[in-house]
């Protein structure tokens, strides 16, 4: 087994582990008010999405698939967030589960769930900082996905190009309906992000950002 799949594993290993301790400590207090079924239903089922998006990501299998259940509720590409790195911008669009009164995002690696208005994060994404320099991933979905009612719905996922876009000095830009979700992220680094409008803009002295292109369909 090679050194990339043995980290591989290592890493998709950590993501495992930290989404069932996320589970298992912040899950009552997350639906303790919002004891739906289909909440919950939703929740499941993007995680089991994001785990699927995260094997192909690094490399564990070309193509993945999975089927959905629909339960009374839709399922769609949303045309954001644009996260922009040193002036070039990447729309990454997004995942989405929505129901009456709540919605589901997966954007970029994070699982968003807003009830009303209000937007609560679910499943943090896989950006780190260690106090010199920043790693985070721009994963940006390509294709075409809609559904909704009850019925099953099937998933192509598929990975077309990784490529490494910034290392340095950064200035990201994320433009979101959830910029507020992204400061409190980068807050949570540590780091000192400013919010114009509904973009949040952080700058860091080194960076490694890394493009991931996938399909979904």
Do not use: C
Request: aromatic share 10%; net charge negative.
């Amino acid at each position: 087994m090679t050194s990339e799949v043995v980290g591989s594993v290592i890493i998709l290993f950590v993501i495992t582990l930290t989404v069932g301790m996320l589970f298992v400590y912040a899950q009552p207090v997350l639906f303790k008010s919002k004891d739906s079924l289909l909440e919950k239903d939703a929740y499941f089922t993007m995680l089991d999405i994001n785990e699927k998006i995260n094997q192909v990501r690094f490399g564990m299998e070309p193509t993945a698939m999975i089927k959905l259940h629909l339960t009374d509720y839709s399922v769609t590409l949303r045309n954001e967030p644009v996260i922009t790195v040193n002036g070039t911008s990447y729309n990454v669009s997004s995942i989405v589960f929505f129901g009456d009164t709540w919605e589901m995002v997966m954007e970029n690696g994070a699982i968003i769930g807003k009830w009303n208005d209000n937007a609560l994060i679910l499943s943090s994404p896989p950006v780190y900082f260690n106090g010199k320099t920043l790693t985070m991933p721009v994963i940006s979905f390509n294709g075409s996905v809609s559904g909704g009612g009850r019925g099953y719905l099937t998933l192509t996922i598929s990975q077309e190009n990784v490529t490494v876009i910034k290392t340095g000095p950064s200035e990201i830009r994320i433009k979101s309906t959830y910029y507020e979700v992204w400061r409190e992220v980068f807050q949570d680094l540590g780091l000192s992000p400013s919010v114009s409008g509904d973009e949040v803009r952080v700058v860091v002295d080194n960076s490694y950002i890394v493009l991931y292109q996938v399909r979904i369909g």
